[in-house]
C-alpha cells in the first residue's frame, strides 16, 4: 500500500506562484510513473503533468506548459509542482497519483491505483 499527501496549496493572486509537494509512504521515487492532475470547480479531473521518476519523459498539459514544472526528490521520496504565472483557471483541487496499471497515456487518470488526498489552489485576478 502507497500513501500520498499533498501539501502546498493556497490562495495566490494571478501571476503568483507556488509549490505543490506530494509525499511518498514509500521508496516508490525512481520506480514509477507519478502525474499530477486538477479538477476544477464543476468540471471534470484532468491530467497537469507527469514523469517516469526513475528517469525518461516528462509530460505536460498544453495549458500548463512553460508554467508549472514536476520535479523530484528520491531522497525525500517527494513529487514537486512548481506553478508559475498563476492564472484563475488554474483554480483547482490538486493531486498526485501513481502506480499506472495499464497501458495508455499519461493523462488517463483511470490508471492509476494511489492518490493523495488532494490540496487545494486558488487563483484570484
Known amino acids: 500500500q502507497v500513501q500520498l499527501v499533498e501539501s502546498g496549496g493556497g490562495s495566490v493572486q494571478a501571476g503568483g506562484s507556488l509549490r505543490l509537494s506530494c509525499a511518498a509512504s514509500a521508496n516508490i521515487l525512481g520506480k514509477y510513473l507519478m502525474a499530477w492532475f486538477r479538477q476544477p470547480p464543476g468540471k471534470e479531473r484532468e491530467g497537469v503533468a507527469a514523469t517516469y521518476t526513475g528517469g525518461g519523459s516528462t509530460y505536460y498539459a498544453d495549458s500548463v506548459k512553460g508554467r508549472f514544472t514536476i520535479s523530484q526528490d528520491n531522497a525525500k521520496n517527494t513529487l514537486y509542482l512548481q506553478m508559475n504565472s498563476l492564472k484563475p483557471e488554474d483554480t483547482a483541487m490538486y493531486y498526485c497519483?501513481?502506480?499506472?496499471?495499464?497501458?495508455?497515456?499519461?493523462?488517463?487518470?483511470?490508471?492509476?491505483?494511489?492518490w493523495g488526498q488532494g490540496t487545494q489552489v486558488t487563483v484570484s485576478s
Open positions: 497519483a501513481t502506480y499506472a496499471q495499464r497501458l495508455g497515456s499519461w493523462a488517463e487518470g483511470g490508471r492509476y491505483k494511489y
